[in-house]
């Protein structure tokens, strides 16, 4: 317990570097792009406008305030995976300064994830002026934002530190995840209603962490949600456990990984 008390000390006495890694992510993400910046906003409304007419279009999902469920939907979700996909390679590409001077690695991984944290909260503009035009109303829990967007954080880091050290020592991990990632967002009520999925598959959804983080973020927005301290349970406990295993994970390879960049 000492010693991991003493890295998490160490990697906030390096936080000036860590205010850098996070400037420089979210300037390298938008460098060449004209629209800059904007494109944190711009990116999930163009997603929802193209999966709003093919699923409420085509497939006729009748879901009400869908505009908001979809966005809603596209934003947490592009939180997690652009967070988590940035960081598997983290550690690979910032080799040259791991090599010449000491800097705690897990700082890496963590700077990706908080990058990801700006963005996210850019990105919930669109969101509300959208539930605002849509004539919806704000629910009584809008306290949970910042609730959820501390257990998603949480639970990106722990899933972003197994993976940027795996892919030290297993470069394939990069295109493993990138299908697992996929196969996870369409197994997500993100798209399409939860009352759609068949009673006999409903427990592969309780088993899905980012359905619960989902559904308490669309409940501190705008929708009526049961039994919300009970998701914020499990919610709680998913995260715990990811922080948890990417933690001993990346203790475990610590010492190696500047032998195998």
């Not at 008390?5 to 860590?18: D, F, Q, S, V």
């Not at 990116?43 to 406008?49: A, V």
């Not at 690979?92 to 990706?112: E, G």
Request: glycine share 4%; aromatic share 16%; with cysteine.
């Amino acid at each position: 317990m000492g010693r991991q008390a003493g890295e998490i000390a160490e990697i906030l006495r390096y936080k000036e570097l860590l205010r850098n890694l996070v400037t420089r992510d979210i300037k390298v993400r938008y460098k060449r792009s004209v629209l800059g910046f904007l494109w944190v906003m711009l990116n999930p409304l163009l997603m929802m406008l193209v999966m709003s007419m093919v699923f409420s279009g085509l497939f006729k999902v009748s879901t009400p305030n869908y505009t908001s469920y979809l966005l809603s939907g596209i934003i947490l979700w592009n939180f997690f995976s652009q967070s988590t996909t940035t960081a598997v390679v983290s550690l690979v590409s910032n080799s040259s300064l791991i090599k010449k001077i000491y800097i705690p690695t897990a700082i890496f991984p963590l700077s990706v994830v908080l990058s990801a944290v700006v963005n996210f909260l850019f990105s919930l503009v669109p969101l509300l002026l959208i539930i605002y035009v849509t004539g919806g109303a704000l629910s009584g829990r809008v306290y949970l934002l910042p609730v959820i967007l501390l257990l998603v954080a949480l639970f990106s880091f722990g899933v972003a530190l197994m993976l940027s050290t795996l892919t030290v020592f297993f470069h394939d991990t990069i295109y493993i995840y990138e299908v697992l990632l996929m196969v996870w967002m369409y197994a997500t009520p993100i798209f399409y209603p939860e009352s759609i999925i068949p009673g006999k598959f409903l427990f592969v959804l309780h088993l899905n962490p980012f359905y619960y983080y989902l559904t308490i973020f669309r409940g501190a927005l705008y929708l009526d949600v049961s039994a919300v301290s009970v998701k914020l349970l499990y919610g709680l406990c998913f995260s715990l456990a990811s922080v948890a295993a990417g933690w001993l994970f990346y203790r475990a390879n610590k010492d190696k990984i500047v032998y195998h960049l």
